[in-house]
Structures are given as structure tokens and as C-alpha cells.
């Protein structure tokens, strides 16, 4: 698969008969080849575990400046926050 935002993955291990296990949260899921995980993110391909979101915008929000930690700012501003999705350490 060649799109930007397919990455293999670190936090996983393989298991016997092509399962891997995702290590990237507590559900530990075990994963069979050609199937996701139960976030639909993490995808066992071939018996390696590739994320499918890695730079995708995972959030877009308006809030309100009190809420962030900004160092520059008035309260009368809104700042527009984005996260995308990382590959895990
Ligand atoms: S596949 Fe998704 S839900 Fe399952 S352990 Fe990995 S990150 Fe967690």
C-alpha cells in the first residue's frame, strides 16, 4: 500500500498463524492477517501491523483561549486547534 499515511508500526508483536498483537493500548488487540483492530486504525498486513491514519487531522476545534496554554492570547480570542494522529514512540 503506498499512501502517506500508511506507516508500519512499532508497538506490536507477531504472534503464531500470522496474528499479531497491537502493544499501543490496553486492549491488546490480536489482529488476523487482512483484518484491524478494534479502532479500525491498525491494520495486520501480511502478519506486520501498519497504522492507516499516521499525519491524519484527528481533530479540529474552536475553544476558547482560557483553555489552552498559550502565551500569547486575549480572552476574546477563539484559537483554532488541530491534532493529527503521530507514530507512536
Ligand atoms: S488495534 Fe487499536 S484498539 Fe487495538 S490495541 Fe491497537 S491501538 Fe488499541
Known amino acids: 500500500m503506498n499512501k502517506p499515511t500508511v506507516r508500519k508500526a512499532l508497538l506490536y508483536e507477531s504472534v503464531r498463524g500470522g496474528l499479531v498483537k497491537c502493544l499501543l493500548c490496553e486492549r491488546r488487540c490480536l489482529i488476523p492477517e487482512e483484518s484491524a483492530g478494534f479502532c479500525g486504525t491498525r ?6 501491523l501498519y497504522t492507516v491514519v499516521y499525519g491524519d487531522i484527528s481533530a479540529l476545534s474552536v475553544n ?3 483553555k489552552g496554554c498559550l502565551r500569547r492570547g486575549s480572552p476574546l480570542e477563539n484559537p483554532y486547534t488541530t491534532s493529527i494522529q503521530v507514530q507512536e514512540l
Open 43 to 48: 491494520v495486520n498486513m501480511g502478519g506486520t
Open 64 to 66: 476558547p483561549i482560557e
